[in-house]
């Protein structure tokens, strides 16, 4: 599977963004998706999951309760929606895939997009 990811871009803090992770060449319910991101000087983490079942869903404690990953079978694309965000998330998010269930560890997933930087202003 590639994965496409876009939608990045400079929001206010308070404000919303949508992110996108777009797969091709097989088909996304079959994969657990995740989004991951990396700030400056950072080492890259973990964001937010869907399971492949597409109802299961785990979030790192700095996501909970503002953002959101769904997911369109039909666009064969998973979403991040981001509400409230925060100038700490300032980052480039990344989605990935894999065949088993979440995970919150990098090197557990298999397939990755390119990133899409995310700017926060205060």
């Known amino acids: 599977v590639q994965l496409q990811a876009s939608g990045g871009g400079l929001v206010q803090a308070g404000g919303s963004l949508r992110l996108s992770c777009a797969a091709s060449?097989?088909?996304?319910?079959?994969?657990?998706i995740a989004w991951f991101r990396q700030a400056p000087g950072q080492e890259r983490e973990f964001v937010v999951c869907l399971d492949w079942n597409g109802y299961t869903t785990y979030s790192a404690d700095s996501a909970k309760g503002r953002f959101t990953i769904s997911r369109d079978n039909a666009k064969n694309t998973v979403y991040l929606q981001m509400n409230s965000p925060k100038p700490e998330d300032t980052a480039l998010y990344y989605c990935?895939?894999?065949?088993?269930?979440?995970?919150?560890?990098?090197?557990?997933?298999?397939?990755w997009g390119q990133g899409t930087l995310v700017t926060v202003s205060s």
């Open positions: 990935a895939a894999r065949l088993r269930g979440c995970s919150t560890m990098e090197n557990d997933y298999d397939y």
């Open positions: 060449g097989r088909t996304i319910s079959s994969y657990t």
